[in-house]
C-alpha cells in the first residue's frame, strides 16, 4: 500500500493535479487498517500453535546387558553441509525441506540393575492432543547389540509435519558401579545439568556412584 500511494503521488504531481484523489485515500486507508488486522490475526494464529506443550516417554530395557561397561556409539562426523541451521536451536533442514534436530543426552542412575534408555519426545500445539500427534512425529534411530548402544546424532521430523518446538531427550540410565564409555564429540550433546558441571566426558569410561559419574577406576 505505501509503494502504490508513492507510485499514484508520482502520477498525480507528472500529471499536474495537485489535489489527491479522495477515492484513493479512503481506499487506501480501508486496505492499510485491514492489512493490519490480517497480519495481527496471522500472527495470533502462528503463537496459536506453540500455547500448549506435552510430551510422551518410552522406556527401554536395553537387549542385552553388559556385565561392566556399556559402550556408547555416535556418528559425529556426520557430513551436514546440506542442512541449513536455525540459529542456536539445534535444529536443521535439509535441501529436501526435511527438520532434524539435536537430541539431548542425560545419564542418569538406573532404578534396578540394567541399563535403560528413556526416550521422552516433546512438542507443543493447539491442544495437548496435536502436541502428542507432533511428538510422536519425531523418528530417532537407536540399535543396542552386546555391549554396545548405537545413538544417531540426529532425530528427524516425519514428512508433512510442520516445526512445533519438538525436542527429544535421551536418558541413559546406568546401574550402580556399572560403567559407561562415551565416544568423542558427544559432549554438544549433553544435557544441561552435564554441561553444568563442567565435565569434559567425551572419550571417556564412567562409573555411576552414589554421588553421580566418577572417572572409571576411582
Given at each position: 500500500?505505501?509503494i502504490l ?25 480501508i486496505?492499510?487498517a ?6 495481527f ?6 503463537f ?78 493447539v ?5 502428542d ?57 549433553l544435557?544441561h ?5 563442567g ?20
Amino acid at each position: 500500500i505505501p509503494i502504490l500511494a508513492i507510485v499514484v503521488r508520482f502520477g498525480r504531481i507528472a500529471a499536474g493535479r495537485k489535489q489527491p484523489y479522495p477515492w484513493f485515500t479512503i481506499s487506501s486507508s480501508i486496505l492499510w487498517a485491514a492489512g493490519w488486522i490480517l497480519m495481527f490475526i496471522g500472527i495470533a494464529a502462528v503463537f496459536s500453535h506453540f500455547s500448549v506443550s506435552d510430551f510422551t516417554r518410552n522406556d527401554v530395557k536395553l537387549n542385552t546387558q553388559p556385565n561392566k561397561i556399556l559402550y556408547v556409539k555416535m556418528d559425529n562426523k556426520r557430513v551436514v553441509e546440506d542442512l541449513i541451521e536455525l540459529d542456536s536451536l539445534n535444529i536443521y533442514i535439509s535441501e529436501d525441506n526435511e527438520f532434524r534436530g539435536n537430541p539431548s543426552l542425560c545419564i542418569e542412575q538406573s532404578p534396578d540393575s540394567n541399563y535403560h534408555l528413556v526416550l521422552t519426545k516433546i512438542a507443543h500445539g493447539v491442544s495437548k492432543a496435536e502436541a502428542d500427534e507432533f511428538a510422536e512425529a519425531i523418528d530417532y534411530n537407536y540399535a543396542s547389540h552386546d555391549s554396545t548402544l548405537a545413538l544417531d546424532p540426529y532425530f528427524n521430523l516425519e514428512l508433512n509435519h510442520g516445526w512445533r518446538k519438538q525436542k527429544l531427550d535421551l536418558t541413559l540410565e546406568v546401574p550402580l558401579n556399572r560403567s559407561v564409555a562415551l565416544p568423542e564429540g558427544v559432549d554438544h550433546v549433553l544435557c544441561h545439568a552435564l554441561h553444568h558441571k563442567g565435565q569434559h566426558l567425551g572419550g571417556d569410561i564412567w562409573t555411576m556412584k552414589p554421588e553421580g559419574l566418577m572417572p572409571y577406576g576411582k
